[in-house]
Nanobody, 122 residues
C-alpha cells in the first residue's frame, strides 16, 4: 500500500523559510518521479517542483532559486526547502508520486498525500 504523509507546514513571515517533508512507504524512488504541488485558495493546482528517478529536478519559474527539492533514500523521504518565502507561496502543499493526473484541484486519482498548509504573512 502506498502512503505519502506531508509535514513541516506552518505560518511564517515574509522572507522566512520552511522545510516540507513527505514521508513515503510502499514506493520506490527508483521507479518513478516525485513531485510537490500546491493549491492556493481560488487557484488551480500547480506543480511546484519535481525530482525524477534519475535525480534531475524541475521548478516552476516563480520558485526557482528559492526552493530546493531533494530525496533522502535511506529515510524514504522527500523534502522541499523553501527560502525567501512570499505571500504568493501561501497554499496547501501536496506531495505526489508517479506524476498523477490532476485538474483544477490537487489530489484525486493517483498517489497523493493529504497536504500541509503554508501561510506566509507580514
Amino acid at each position: 500500500e502506498v502512503n505519502l504523509v506531508e509535514s513541516g507546514g506552518g505560518s511564517v513571515l515574509i522572507g522566512g523559510s520552511l522545510r516540507l517533508s513527505c514521508a513515503t512507504s510502499g514506493i520506490s524512488f527508483e521507479d518513478s518521479d516525485m513531485g510537490w504541488y500546491r493549491q492556493a485558495p481560488g487557484n488551480q493546482c500547480e506543480l511546484v517542483s519535481m525530482i525524477s528517478h534519475d535525480g534531475s529536478t524541475t521548478y516552476v519559474r516563480s520558485v526557482k532559486g528559492r526552493f530546493t527539492i531533494s530525496l533522502d533514500k535511506a529515510k524514504s523521504t522527500m523534502y522541499l526547502q523553501m527560502n525567501d518565502l512570499k505571500p504568493e507561496d501561501t497554499a496547501l502543499y501536496y506531495c505526489a508520486y508517479d506524476r498523477p493526473a490532476y485538474g483544477y484541484a490537487c489530489g484525486g486519482t493517483g498517489y497523493w498525500g493529504q497536504g500541509t498548509q503554508v501561510v506566509v504573512s507580514s
